[in-house]
Every structure is written in C-alpha cells, then in structure tokens.
C-alpha cells in the first residue's frame, strides 16, 4: 500500500551524508511508488556547504517533490533567520495541503524538534532518526536538552542503529535498529575506468576542526605520491581557507582541488578512483562513514589510520580485506610506498566485499516500520 510521506532532513544542495542519505532513501521510496515530500532548507542556508549547481537533481519523479521554506524573513528586533520557524510553518503546509501519514525526519536539531512541533500541532504520526554528531554534539551534551527529549520521547518511533539505546533507551518509548545507511548497489557498483594515471582521493567537509581528519598528513602522503598519481582533493567549507593556508609550499605540487559533488555524481566519482583517504582516528566520536560504504560498493580501495577499520564496519558490511590498506600518518614516506604497492597488487575494482543488507531489503524495512507506526 503507497503511503504519504514527508521527510524532513537535510537535502541537496546542502552536503553531507545526511543530505545524500536523504536523497537516496526519497528516491528508493518514490520508485516502490510512494508519495514523498521532501522538505528541506532554503538554498541560502548553510551557503559554505551548498554544492553548486545541485539545487535540484538532472532527473524528476512525479511522486516526489521538494518543498522549501522562503528564504526572506521580514527584518525583525531581536534579528534572526528564524530557519527553524519557516521550516515549521512549510511543514505544516505540506502536511495539511497533501494529507501526509508520516513524518519521517533526519536528523534531530533542527528536524526532529521541528517534527515534534509539528505533530503536536497536526497530529501527524512522527517517525525520528538521527546522526553520529547530534547524539555526541547535542543529546550526550545536553544542549537544547529539554526539547530533544519531548521530540524523542513523544515519538511514535525512533530509528536508531546498533549501540544507540545507550543514549536514547532511557528516553525513547519505541526503539527500532535499523543500519544507518544502506548504499543502492544498483548505482553504487564496481566500474573499471581506464586512468592515464592511478588516481586517489579525499572527499568530505572541511570544516573549522578539519585537523580532526589528519588532513595535513594526508595531503604529505599524496605529496609523496604526486608524480606517480593523480591526487584529488574534493570539498569545502568553513575550514577550507585555513587549511590550504597551512599547506603554504605543498599547495604547488600537482595535487587537484575540486568543490563538493552532489549525490547523482557520486557514482561516477567514485568509478574514476582507486582508492580514498579515510582517516578518523583522531575523530571525537566513531562514525559509519556513508562515502565509505558507497565506496566499498563502487570497489573503491579504502586507505586509513584505523587499524579495527574493518570491525568498525562489521555490522553493515562484509569487508574484503585486500579493498583496505592500514598506514601510519606519522610516517607519510613508509605510507606513500605501502600504498603503490597495495594498489599496484590491486587486481581490479572489483570488489568481493558484501553489504548485509542490500538496498530493496532497506527500503522494505522502513516501509515495515511505516506500517507498524500507521497500525499503532
């Protein structure tokens, strides 16, 4: 049975792995035939992450629209964009002019405390889901704390994955596990290009705490690597100035810069590369990486810092341990010749690694969870 479902999370042209999730999880929905309504900022909002170019995909789906709030708020004392009051106000108009069943948002600051407002106002059965950085920033810190816990505890679910009921088990009702993110291994899949050189990347936010992803050290790993391969930097944000000021000399070598892409150009990224940089050992939380796991999928060879990489990812993914290569960032010389071995013993992009839940079978899922919310 098709249902009417409004999803209120980050969305294109915003980056991140919320934002791409989203768009992923809308387009499987619309193509069982659900009506999905996304409802998403205004494209003034967050403008250091907003991909140019992707305010909205090269294809359309007649079940699936996007709705946007305006992005002009009339001058007012004290000043304020008031994001989070028109994302409300939008809401509200998308659930009473389209009969909406569900309300299924991303992430829990602004877009389930902005869910929950709405279904006490409309009655709207409200699905909650959150990320890594809003239980840590938000939840574990206990900002915004009182709001976060009427959202969570008046929802009528909340998606979680493994080790979550850690933080909400004291103060969800109705817990459901379901894994973060399940790549579409119809579009995520390994494709040999033929490269005039091997080509590796970094991808994701540059933000203010960019040490945190051992940028430097990967950038004097690539340094090393330059003249053999193509090294790509792909991304932006708050950060981005401060970082490639504190390169200073290395910005000279033949490393390539690009801006973010968006979700539908992912694929064909990925297909272009060998390998990318995963370093997250100095991260202040553990994340399931959704690029990662795009990147599994695409064949994609994984180099990181982490050596309990492939036991992070255990429960969502069976990794091919040949797809990934431990290096020291400390030692970029002894990195730089690990890896031209590793990828030249690479055979192909093809990948034996195996996602424990495919794509259909994660779409099926949440439709379950639909049901079981619309029958409570």
Same mark, same amino acid.
């Given at each position: 049975?098709?249902?009417?479902?409004?999803?209120?999370?980050?969305?294109?042209?915003?980056?991140?792995? &919320?934002?791409?999730?989203?768009?992923?999880?809308?387009?499987?929905?619309?193509?069982?035939?659900?009506?999905?309504? %996304?409802?998403?900022?205004?494209?003034?909002?967050?403008?250091?992450?907003?991909?140019?170019?992707?305010?909205?995909?090269?294809?359309? =789906?007649?079940?699936?629209?996007?709705?946007?709030?305006?992005?002009? &708020?009339?001058?007012? *004392?004290?000043?304020? +964009?008031?994001?989070?009051?028109?994302?409300?106000?939008?809401?509200?108009?998308?659930?009473?002019?389209?009969?909406?069943?569900?309300?299924?948002? /991303?992430?829990?600051?602004?877009?389930?405390? !902005?869910?929950?407002?709405?279904?006490? &106002?409309?009655?709207?059965?409200?699905?909650?889901?959150?990320?890594?950085?809003?239980?840590? +920033?938000?939840?574990?810190?206990?900002?915004?704390?009182?709001?976060?816990?009427?959202?969570?505890?008046?929802?009528?679910v909340v998606i979680t994955e493994k080790g979550g009921e850690k933080l909400l088990g004291a103060i969800a009702t109705n817990l459901v596990y379901q894994p973060a993110y399940v790549?579409?291994?119809? %579009?995520?899949?390994?494709?040999?290009?033929?490269?005039?050189?091997?080509?590796?990347?970094?991808?994701?936010?540059?933000?203010?705490?960019?040490?945190?992803?051992?940028?430097?050290?990967?950038?004097? !790993?690539? %340094?090393?690597?330059?003249p053999q391969f193509e090294c790509l930097i792909v991304g932006q944000g708050k950060g981005l100035a401060d970082f490639q000021q504190s390169l200073s000399s290395k910005l000279s070598?033949?490393? +390539?810069? @690009?801006?973010?892409?968006?979700?539908?150009? =992912?694929?064909?990224?990925?297909?272009?590369?060998?390998? &990318?940089? !995963?370093?997250?050992?100095?991260?202040?939380?553990?994340?399931?990486?959704?690029?990662?796991?795009?990147? %599994?999928?695409?064949?994609? /060879?994984?180099?990181?810092?982490?050596?309990?990489?492939?036991?992070?990812?255990?429960?969502?993914?069976?990794?091919?341990?040949?797809? !990934?290569?431990?290096?020291?960032?400390?030692?970029?010389?002894?990195?730089?010749? =690990? *890896?031209?071995?590793?990828?030249?013993?690479?055979? @192909?992009?093809?990948?034996?690694?195996?996602?424990?839940? @495919?794509?259909?079978?994660?779409?099926? @899922?949440?439709?379950?969870?639909?049901?079981?919310?619309?029958?409570?």
């Amino acid at each position: 049975m098709p249902y009417k479902i409004a999803l209120l999370s980050k969305y294109p042209p915003l980056e991140g792995g &919320i934002a791409a999730k989203t768009y992923w999880l809308a387009r499987g929905l619309a193509k069982r035939g659900h009506s999905i309504h %996304v409802v998403t900022h205004g494209v003034l909002a967050g403008q250091e992450y907003q991909i140019q170019g992707a305010e909205s995909p090269p294809d359309t =789906m007649p079940n699936l629209s996007v709705h946007r709030p305006l992005d002009e &708020i009339p001058w007012h *004392i004290p000043e304020d +964009k008031e994001y989070a009051l028109a994302l409300l106000d939008t809401t509200l108009n998308v659930i009473r002019e389209h009969n909406i069943q569900i309300l299924d948002t /991303g992430y829990l600051v602004p877009y389930g405390i !902005v869910g929950h407002l709405a279904k006490l &106002i409309t009655g709207v059965r409200h699905i909650v889901r959150h990320g890594g950085s809003d239980l840590e +920033k938000f939840l574990k810190k206990r900002v915004l704390g009182a709001l976060i816990d009427e959202a969570i505890a008046s929802a009528d679910v909340v998606i979680t994955e493994k080790g979550g009921e850690k933080l909400l088990g004291a103060i969800a009702t109705n817990l459901v596990y379901q894994p973060a993110y399940v790549p579409d291994e119809s %579009v995520f899949r390994p494709h040999v290009t033929q490269q005039p050189r091997w080509r590796l990347a970094t991808i994701g936010k540059i933000n203010y705490h960019w040490e945190h992803k051992a940028l430097n050290s990967i950038i004097d !790993v690539m %340094v090393q690597l330059a003249p053999q391969f193509e090294c790509l930097i792909v991304g932006q944000g708050k950060g981005l100035a401060d970082f490639q000021q504190s390169l200073s000399s290395k910005l000279s070598t033949t490393l +390539k810069w @690009s801006p973010f892409v968006p979700p539908w150009e =992912m694929p064909h990224l990925l297909n272009q590369l060998n390998a &990318i940089f !995963v370093f997250e050992s100095n991260l202040p939380h553990p994340v399931v990486s959704n690029l990662v796991l795009e990147a %599994v999928c695409s064949g994609v /060879g994984i180099i990181t810092d982490q050596p309990d990489f492939v036991e992070t990812y255990q429960d969502v993914i069976t990794l091919n341990k040949n797809q !990934v290569l431990v290096v020291s960032p400390t030692d970029s010389f002894s990195s730089a010749k =690990m *890896i031209k071995r590793w990828v030249q013993e690479r055979a @192909s992009t093809e990948s034996s690694s195996r996602q424990l839940l @495919s794509f259909q079978e994660y779409l099926a @899922s949440n439709e379950k969870i639909y049901a079981a919310v619309l029958n409570q």
